[in-house]
């Protein structure tokens, strides 16, 4: 399974009952797509006089969705940041992020649950997450002065210094940006510099939906 926002938060609130006592206010939930780092707990600490223990602020639980997960799976991977959560909400000072309070605490809620919360988690059996619907690829075609046709994948983050390098280029007649989830373009590597490959100018043409323009846009 995927875990979903809705999910996290139903499950904290049905295991904050069962497991600590109601104690746990809710904290944020967030999503990511770490592959080594399932689940993370993360909050702001402050400290005055007048406090015996830290103040904790932007407190988050954030699960990772990259791997398709049995919920049982999913579910030790949220009780195990519930503990970290449950130490640093309670001010307990351990031995390490991992240490003798939290071992304890894991190793109670395996034994009298059945639960299989663990420290670290071997990854290398699970399956990734496969991506559903056709990918987006930003696409640059160019149109030499010579009459020559490219085409060219680009990374997003590369496009702006890519487009200056277009433009400094006198041998670049036109070009265009597409956004296409042509599968086409599949084999076609996400370039970071201005690489292209030469295509007839048929595939040029259906690439950009039409006769190139003039100007450059």
């Known amino acids: 399974m995927k875990p979903t926002l809705q999910y996290i938060s139903r499950q904290f609130a049905e295991f ?4 600590f006592n109601g104690e746990l206010p809710q904290p944020a939930f ?8 399932l689940g ?11 406090l015996r223990r830290p103040r ?10 990259y791997y398709d997960l049995a919920e049982r799976e999913c579910q030790n991977v949220l009780l195990h ?7 640093a909400y309670k001010g307990i000072r351990d031995t390490s992020p991992h240490g003798r309070v939290f071992r304890s605490m894991m190793e109670r809620l395996n034994a009298a649950h ?12 699970w399956a990734k997450v496969e991506a559903t619907g056709p990918k987006a690829r930003l696409v640059l075609a160019l149109a030499m002065a010579d009459g020559r046709c490219y085409l060219s994948v680009v990374n997003p983050k590369y496009r702006m210094a890519i487009e200056r390098e277009v ?16 599968e086409f373009f599949s084999d076609f590597p996400a370039v970071r510099t201005l690489r292209a490959r030469r295509v007839p100018r048929e595939t040029y043409l259906r690439a950009i939906g039409g006769a190139p323009q003039k100007d450059n846009t």
């Open 167 to 182: 433009l400094r280029n006198k041998a670049i007649a036109s070009h265009r940006w597409v956004a296409t989830a042509d």
């Open 81 to 87: 940041e519930m503990i970290h959560y449950y130490i």
């Open 56 to 65: 904790l602020s932007g407190c988050t639980i954030k699960m990772s969705t």
């Open 16 to 19: 904050n009952d069962a497991y």
């Open 40 to 50: 993370q707990f993360s909050c702001r600490r402050s400290r005055t006089w007048l």
């Open 30 to 37: 967030a999503l990511g797509k770490a592959r080594t780092v």
């Open 114 to 125: 059945g639960w299989d919360i663990r420290v670290r988690t071997d990854t290398s059996r």
